[in-house]
């Protein structure tokens, strides 16, 4: 069974999170993320959430051919700030 390791809670299954989004490269424009995009065999970064545990949002770094985890950190708060400014609603 695959575990994630929160850096609030420990190890946990994967059961406990939920998976929003791959994210792109660093160094990558939003024109390539969208119409360029290649995913590495090696390597995916991946937004997820400790949904069932602390609720913490988390960066994801993991093998998506054999699915092994290769690192988890907590989002910094520019992540945070850019997924709250994408599912909040502006009326302005």
């Keep these: ?3 994630l390791d929160c850096p ?3 190890a946990r299954e994967l059961e ?3 998976f ?3 994210l792109a490269e660093p160094g990558t424009n939003a024109c390539d993320d969208v119409y360029l995009r ?3 065999l090696t390597m995916s970064r991946e937004h997820w959430q400790h949904a069932k545990g602390c609720r913490a949002w988390l ?3 993991r093998n998506p051919s054999d699915g092994t985890v290769l690192d988890v950190r907590l989002a910094a708060s520019s992540d945070a700030l850019a997924h709250n400014k ?3 609603h502006d009326p302005s």
């Design 16 to 18: 406990e999170f939920r």
């Design 59 to 61: 960066i994801v770094r």
């Design 86 to 88: 994408d599912s909040r």
């Design 20 to 22: 929003h989004k791959t």
């Design 38 to 40: 290649v995913n590495r």
């Design 8 to 10: 609030f809670c420990g």
């Design 1 to 3: 069974m695959t575990r």
